[in-house]
C-alpha cells in the first residue's frame, strides 16, 4: 500500500479530499443558515421580486419551510454540479491515471467544490451548473443560443448578480462552442444580439421593479408565516437586502475595502498554487490552430474578469468572487480544449515533484470563504 501511494499519491489526493469535503459540510450544518434560509421563503407574494424564483419554487410544494431544507436543497444542487463536472471532466480529458493531477487541480481545488460546500446554500453554484450543462449539450444549432439565453434569464431571476458572475463565462462557451464553429452570419448574430439585448432588459428589470414596494415590518410578517418555526426571528435579519439600493451596497463595499484587500496576497498565493493548471491553460491555447481562436479566448478571458472587477467593486463578498471567477476559468479551459489544435498538449505530470507539493497544498486548504480568506 505505501508503494503504490509513493508511486502515485494522486489517488491519495483524491480520497482526503473527498474527507475534507465531509468535514466542511458537517462545519457548515452546524452554521445558522441566515442567508440562505430567507432566500427560501421569499417569493412573488407582492409582485415581481428580485431573488424569488428559487423561494417561488419551494413555496409550489411547501407552505411552510423548515430550516433544514436549506442544507438539503443546498446540498442537492452540490451532488448534481459535482456529478456534472466528473461527467464534463470524463468526456474532455479522460478519467485516465494520465490525467488526474489535472483533476486534482480543478475538483479538489479550495475554490471549486470544497468552497461551494462552505457556501452552500447561497446560489452561485446555479450559475456554475447551467454552465457546465451548456459545455456538454449539442451546440449544433442556434438552438443553443437560445437556450443559453433562456438559463442566463433564469439565473438572473435566482439573483441578480449572475449578470457579472456567470452570465459573462456562458457568453463565452455560446461564442467557442457555436459561433467559432458555425461562424457569424447575419441570422445567428442577430438572434444573438437580441438575446443579448434580452438578458440585460430583465437584468434592469430585476434592478429596477423587483424592490420591495410594501413597508419592510409587513414584508418580515410574510416572511415569518413561511417559517417552520417562527421563533427563529434571527434568521431574518438579512431582510433588508430586499430593500438596500445599490449605492449602499457600493458604499458599504468601499467602506470595507482597506480591510478587504489585506485578503488579496492570500487570494494571489492561492491562485499561484495552481501554477501547473495555469501553464497547462496557458499551453493549450497556444497549441490552437486558429489565430483568431487565441485572440478570442485571451479577449473572453479578459472580459469575464472585468466583469468580476466591477462585482468587487460593488459587493464586499470577495472569497466568493474570486472563487467563482477561478471556476470560470476551468469551465473556459474545458471549451477550449473542444477546439481544434495544431498539437497535441501533454497532460499535467504526476511525477514531478514541484506539482506534486502543490497538489498537497491544494488538496489540504480545506476551502476560501466568502467575504475574507479562511
Known sequence: MDLRVRENPWRLMLAVNAVILIGVFLHKIALPPYVPYIHLLVDYHFGFTKRALIGAAVSLFSREVPVWLVFALGGAVWLITAGLFI??????FGLGEKHTPLFVFMAGSP?????????????DIYGCAFAIGLLMVPARSIAFVLLAALASMILIL??????????????????LRYYLVQGFD????????????????????????????????????YLASRMADPSRTELLSFSFIWYQPL?????????????NLLGVPVFALLIWLHAPLWRYFADLIRSLTEDLHRRVIIASIVTVSAAYLIMFAIVFDYS???????????????AVKALPGSQAVP???????????LGWIVTLIPRVGIVRPF
Request: net charge positive.
Open 87 to 92: 461527467t464534463l471532466f470524463r468526456r474532455t
Open 111 to 123: 475554490f471549486f467544490l470544497k468552497n461551494f460546500m462552505h457556501t452552500l446554500g447561497h446560489f
Open 158 to 175: 435566482i439573483h441578480h448578480i449572475h449578470l457579472l458572475m456567470y452570465v459573462p463565462t456562458i457568453a463565452v462557451i455560446v461564442v
Open 186 to 221: 447575419r441570422r445567428n448574430s442577430a438572434i444573438g444580439i437580441a438575446a443579448l439585448f434580452c438578458v440585460g432588459l430583465l437584468f434592469f428589470a430585476a434592478q429596477v421593479l423587483g424592490t420591495m414596494a410594501v413597508p419592510e415590518a409587513e414584508f418580515v410578517r
Open 247 to 259: 449605492s449602499k451596497e457600493i458604499s458599504d463595499t468601499w467602506g470595507r475595502m482597506p480591510s
Open 320 to 334: 466568493r468572487w474570486i472563487s467563482n471567477w477561478v471556476v470560470c476559468l476551468f469551465l473556459i479551459l474545458h
Open 347 to 357: 497532460p499535467l505530470s504526476g511525477n514531478d515533484r514541484k506539482t506534486t507539493i
